[in-house]
Structure formats: C-alpha cells, structure tokens
C-alpha cells in the first residue's frame, strides 16, 4: 500500500486541493451545533463534518447556496438531517454528500433538489413526504432534478412520496404518489448515474369507494424515475422499480409504476440492473386488476437503450477518515479480479463503453494502485489501509474522488463504481 500513501500524499499538495473543515456537533463539541448554520457559514470548498446527534429543526430545506461543499456523517450509520437543496447560480459546483438521511417532513416535502450543479451521493436515504390529510395532497419525489445537472447516487435508497387513499366516509378520491427521481425542465443536459442501491416510485392511494357510488379505482404507482423530456441515465447494480398501484372497490386497481418513464427520447445504459414495473392493485369486490407497469416506458418516441452484459463491479471506501487512522475499501465484482485504483481531487463524466462504466475522474489524476487479485468465491474484497500523516491542521480536509479500472480473468477491462472520501486531521 506504499503506493497509495504516496498518491494521498501527491494529491494532497495539488493547488485548492484542501478545503476548511467546520464540525457540526449537536452537543456542542464542534463549531455549530446545527447543520443550517454551519451552512450558511461556510465557504466555497469547505467540508462540513457531521458528529452523531439531532439535526431536524422544522424550518424548511437547507439552501447550499453558491457553494461547492462536502457533508460528511463521521459516525456509523447515517445522521439524519433537513433535505437540501442544491441551486447554485454559478456554474461548476459540486456537493458531495455521504451517509446522510435527509428527512423530508411538512416544511421540506422533497428531499433534495438539484439543479445547475453536480451531487455525488454516497450511502445516503431520500424519501419524499406521502401526501397528507390537511391538504388532501399527493406525494412528492424523493428526489427533484432541474436542466444542466448530473446527479450520481451511491448505494443510496430513494423513495417516492405515497398516496393518500380514499375514503367512503367523506367521499375523497385517493390522491397520486410520486416518482422517486423526478427530472423537470429541458433534460437535454441531465445526466443521473444510481450505482448500488434502491430506487422506488410511490405507492399508488387505494380508494374504498366513494360515499355516493361504491365503485371506485386505486390512482397508479409512481415511477422509479421519471423523465419526461428525456436525458441520459446510467444504472448499475441497482434496483429501480415502479410503485405498486393502489387497490380499488369495484372499479379496478391501479396501474403499476414504470421502472424508468421517458417522456420524450433519452438514453438508458444498464449494466446488472434489475429495472422493473410496480404490480398493478387488486380490488376487493371483484373489479379488474391493475396492468403491472413497464420496466422502462417511452411514451415520446423511442429511447436508446443498451444493456451492458456481465457483473457490476461496486467500489466503496470509508466516508471520514483521520490522519494514521483506517482506511477501508469494500469491493464486490468476480473472483479474480485485478483492479488498478485511480485518485483525483477533481471530478470527471466520460461514458467508456468498451469498458462498461462511466469514468468519473478529472485532473489532477494519480494512479494506478494495484488491489488484489480477488480471491474470494462470492468476488468480495475487503481491505484495510492507514492513511499516513499528510501535514494536515485541525482546519484541513481532503475530498478524494476514486474508481477501479477492472481487469478480469477473461474479458477486457472493466470500470468500478465511483467512491468519494473524505481525510482529516487526526485530532478530528
């Protein structure tokens, strides 16, 4: 591993390399005990590094603003905090965030909204809020995607918002559920990449029958994801699926969600993937069944779509690690495998087909870092790596971007999922 205390060392000299650190600690042990004002406060560049407590302060979502930032949860599991949203005016910013649940409640119904800028997401959770009584609304997306964004998700779950069902007593109809990525706007410039993970359309509403008729329908699924204008998208690994349709009284249940739902033509490259339909609802009095949604709907004219043959190929690393602290990598491809491991502070979009992935480095790039051969039978690695000291203060931070190329057995080389990671000084 000499060699890759040597990159971390390399890339840790690079010009803007390093960014500022401001620890958000609800005990008070940080620099702010809440995550909105360690926002408002930061920098362009500045890593925000989150200590286990409670973050939901009911006052609406958290406006990065003009910034490109890292929020990093330094704990196990995930730190739950307000959903965001990613706007900025100025082109070029990015948000990397890692092991995160981001809550969406009455003043925030979206998880996050991105628009005009890149989010890479790692080990994190969106749900959109279900519809609620007081306004007899729909759900909301998980996930909401405007024009000139790339939004790259890492073994992340996303769930669209439910529906509400309907009731006989008042004679409301079942509302709508929503998609769990949900792109508005000219999609010509959207690119979405789900690596890992789970994405799943909102449960259609289930009608009881209407006061006046008894004879009513279930309201559809949601979509996984949703692009009416079309876009491109990358899956790998990942289940993406449709909400099941509500169940109906009579007049039927509904219709399953599509998978993934083109509006207009896009491109669909998938590798490993289960897409699929919602099942469609029942009716508990003898109505029709629900159609089970399509896989991948187009409704606009046809898509380009090419699935890539073979295993995915998944790289993960530790969210926050201090200087002389451990590193660790996770790997799950084939037995046998040789991968060649690249480091780039800087972020890059480079669809290879011949190699099956998205290449996601910039410049400055280092590399490679020779990883294994895999030995294990189930195509599982785990490694564990000290990260050596790099002259860091308490106010330092390292984002490392990383990607394998895979060389297997048989067969050309391949490419690994992305994996961000964040270093600090060992006093954090």
């Given amino acids: 591993m000499k060699r890759l205390s040597l990159s971390l060392a390399l890339l840790a000299t690079a010009p803007l390399a390093r960014a500022d650190v401001l620890v958000v600690d609800a005990a008070g042990g ?19 590094l989150i200590e286990p407590g409670f973050y939901l302060d009911s006052q609406g979502p958290i406006a990065t603003g003009d910034r490109s930032l890292v929020i990093a949860y330094a704990g196990p599991g995930q730190a739950v905090v307000e959903p965001l949203q990613v706007l900025p005016t100025t082109a070029g910013k990015r948000v990397v965030l890692r092991n995160l649940d981001l809550h969406a409640n009455d003043f925030a119904g979206i998880s996050l909204q991105v628009q005009g800028a890149e989010v890479h997401a790692e080990g994190c959770s969106f749900a959109g809020l279900s519809g609620d009584f007081v306004s007899w609304g729909s759900g909301n997306p998980g996930i909401w995607v405007g024009p000139s964004t790339r939004l790259v998700l890492k073994d992340c779950s996303t769930e669209g918002g439910h529906a509400l069902p309907g009731f006989d007593i008042s004679g409301y109809d ?25 994405v799943q359309g909102g449960f ?10 008894f004879s009513t329908k279930g309201t559809p699924g949601g979509p996984g994801v949703l692009m009416p204008n079309g876009g491109s998208i990358f899956i790998a690994g990942a289940s993406v699926s449709g909400g099941p349709g509500g169940s109906g009284s009579g007049g039927g249940g509904g219709a399953g969600g599509p998978g993934v739902s083109f509006g207009q033509p896009g491109v669909l490259h998938h590798l490993d993937a289960a897409i699929a339909g919602g099942a469609g609802g029942a009716d508990g009095v003898g109505g029709p069944t629900g159609a089970a949604g399509q896989a991948i709907q187009q409704s606009g004219g046809p898509s380009t779509v090419v699935a890539f043959a073979g295993d995915d190929r998944s790289l993960g690393s530790s969210a926050v690690t201090p200087e002389g602290g451990s590193l660790q990598y996770a790997y799950a491809g084939v037995q046998g495998d040789l991968l060649g491991l690249f480091l780039s502070t800087a972020s890059g979009a480079t669809l290879l087909p011949g190699k099956q992935g998205i290449f996601s480095l910039g410049a400055p790039l280092v590399g490679p870092v020779l990883l294994g051969p ?44 992305p994996t961000a990671a964040v270093f600090v000084d060992d006093s954090l």
């Fill in 30 to 48: 940080g620099d702010f005990t809440s995550l909105r004002a360690a926002v408002t406060a930061s920098a362009d560049g500045d890593t925000l």
């Fill in 374 to 417: 895999v030995t294990e039978g189930d195509g599982t690695l785990a490694l564990a790596f000290t990260v050596p000291n790099l002259g860091f203060g308490p106010e330092d931070a390292l984002l490392v971007n990383q990607q394998a190329f895979v060389k297997p057995v048989g067969g050309a080389t391949l490419l690994s999922s």
């Fill in 204 to 213: 259609g509403g289930n009608d009881d029958g209407s006061f006046l008729s």
């Fill in 174 to 198: 079942p509302t709508f559920p929503a998609a769990a990525i949900q792109v508005n706007g000219i999609a010509s410039a959207v690119a979405i990449e789900i690596h890992g993970g789970t």
